[in-house]
Nanobody, 123 residues
Framework: VQLQAFGGGLVQAGGSLRLSCAAS????????MVWFRQAPGKEREFVAG????????SYSDSVKGRFTMSRDIAKNTVDLEMNSLKPEDTAVYYC?????????????????WGQGTQVTVSS
């Protein structure tokens, strides 16, 4: 499975960005797709996740109500709509996928990762 993330950029606080992640390869067994982020000097942090079969979504408390994860099953893509962005949202954002049940917020459980896309929110 190959993942390619894109859509990052520079935005002012309060603004919006939309990230996309396209999956290719053997995606028929996808269990979950997620977004993590990592700011300089910090641990990789769970942002949002989507269970592929049910469509059930989960969000971290820090983004709940501001970020929305969605999917296009036909295109094998997931998006992350980010609104009301804050400077503390600045990070490299990664999409990841698991082909088996894994702990939602544990990045070590995900086998496939995109290359990361930078999101910078200026104050």
């Amino acid at each position: 499975v190959q993942l390619q993330a894109f859509g990052g950029g520079l935005v002012q606080a309060g603004g919006s960005l939309r990230l996309s992640c396209a999956a290719s390869g053997r995606t028929s067994s996808t269990y979950r797709m997620v977004w993590f982020r990592q700011a300089p000097g910090k641990e990789r942090e769970f942002v949002a996740g989507l269970n592929w079969s049910s469509g059930f979504k989960s969000y971290s408390d820090s983004v709940k109500g501001r970020f929305t994860m969605s999917r296009d099953i036909a295109k094998n893509t997931v998006d992350l709509e980010m609104n009301s962005l804050k400077p503390e949202d600045t990070a490299v954002y990664y999409c990841a996928a698991a082909m088996r049940p894994v702990t939602l917020r544990d990045h070590e459980g995900y086998d496939f990762w995109g290359q990361g896309t930078q999101v910078t929110v200026s104050s």
